[in-house]
């Protein structure tokens, strides 16, 4: 079993529309929790951090589900300008550290 | 404020050859990560540095190698390049150890 693994998309939905992504991790002990965007041949950038009380950013919402250990993202209002690829990231580690990113969901938004 | 760069922006190389990247960390950020990504997968951790010692290793083979200098700079080398090393490689800083990450432009490496 991987340790992070995301919805494997891609997601085609008109402007507009409410998609969300899925995550899920299988190391308890992990600590922290990002989501993260990606476009092509870009690097990744930092879409907002996840908390268990779950926080929301404009149109991005994210929410962590820690007994589930689960992940999540909603995009509201979709536009154009959200297509890309969706990384889900872990962290966790005491003495080493381990920063694991999954495969990514790709969005296409269209018009 | 500079973001993180890394250099060079490309890199050709044979099989066989040695390869060293460089990345500079936004400026009062101490830790430096390092990933490989192939195409159509997500980031794979290979290295986190902070004040100049390995506080993390991801499963990368000894041919990999990474450190810090004092200025908190970083280098990966590559040994005896394989095609399967063709990628690109991106650096990621961050202010501590489990702060967030903030990526560099990356450098893609061909093996030929």
């Known amino acids: 079993r991987k340790e992070v693994e995301q919805d494997p998309g891609p997601f085609n939905v008109p402007e507009g529309a409410t998609v969300a992504f899925n995550c899920t991790y299988s190391n308890s002990a992990s600590q922290s929790f990002f989501w993260y965007r990606q476009d092509c041949r870009k690097e990744p950038k930092l879409l907002m951090s996840v908390y268990s009380s779950g926080n929301e950013d404009g149109r991005f919402t994210a929410q962590l589900n820690r007994a589930s250990q689960y992940i999540s993202l909603l995009i509201r209002d979709s536009k154009l300008s959200d297509s890309a690829t969706y990384l889900c990231?872990?962290?966790f580690g005491t003495g080493g550290f381990k920063t694991i990113f999954g495969a990514g969901t790709r969005l296409f938004v269209k018009a | 404020d500079a973001g993180v760069t890394q250099s060079p922006t490309h890199l050709i190389k044979t099989r066989g050859q040695q390869v060293t990247l460089r990345c500079s960390p936004i400026?009062?950020?101490?830790?430096v990560s390092w990933y490989q990504q192939v195409l159509g997968q997500g980031p794979q951790f290979i290295f986190q540095?902070?004040?100049?010692?390995?506080?993390g290793r991801g499963n990368f083979p000894d041919r990999f190698s990474a450190r810090q200098f004092p200025n908190y700079s970083s280098e990966l080398n590559v040994n005896a390049l394989l095609l399967g090393d063709s990628a690109l490689y991106l650096c990621a800083s961050s202010f501590g150890l489990r702060e967030t990450q903030y990526f560099g432009p990356g450098t893609r490496l061909l093996v030929l």
């Open positions: 990231v872990v962290n």
């Open positions: 400026s009062g950020h101490k830790s």
């Open positions: 540095y902070y004040e100049k010692e390995e506080r």
